[in-house]
Nanobody, 126 residues
Framework: QVQLVESGGGSVQAGGSLRLSCAAS????????MGWFRQAPGEEREGVAQ????????YYADSVKGRFTISRDNAKNTVSLQMNSLRPEDTAVYYC???????????????????WGQGTQVTVSS
């Protein structure tokens, strides 16, 4: 059974930083798509950043480019999201997701992912 467990959420003032981590168990992700998504109240779940664990290629939503960095540690089966220069509009529940596929990570919306974490709250105050 694949499990994804997020950690690192919390509350921060605008301009601050947080680092989210996602620990995967139940499978070895040497080459697949991993992603971070977020969902604010009343909004649809949106992609924030995605990574191909095999190639290391990364993709970002325009709203977070230059501020967020996704990375992976294949040996530890973890994916992280470093979030800098946080804004109030970044406030949301953040979810880690894993796909069984390594194809077209850039184009994968939420329906392209097989497994999800429970989510972690990120709150940015102005």
């Amino acid at each position: 059974q694949v499990q994804l467990v997020e950690s690192g959420g919390g509350s921060v003032q605008a301009g601050g930083s947080l680092r989210l981590s996602c620990a995967a168990s139940g499978y070895m992700f040497s080459s697949n798509c991993m992603g971070w998504f977020r969902q604010a109240p009343g909004e649809e779940r949106e992609g924030v950043a995605q990574i191909s664990t095999g190639s290391g290629l990364t993709y970002y939503a325009d709203s977070v480019k230059g501020r967020f960095t996704i990375s992976r540690d294949n040996a530890k089966n973890t994916v992280s999201l470093q979030m800098n220069s946080l804004r109030p509009e970044d406030t949301a529940v953040y979810y880690c997701a894993a796909s069984a596929s390594s194809i077209r990570c850039r184009d994968r919306g939420p329906s392209g992912y097989n497994w999800w974490g429970q989510g972690t709250q990120v709150t940015v105050s102005s």
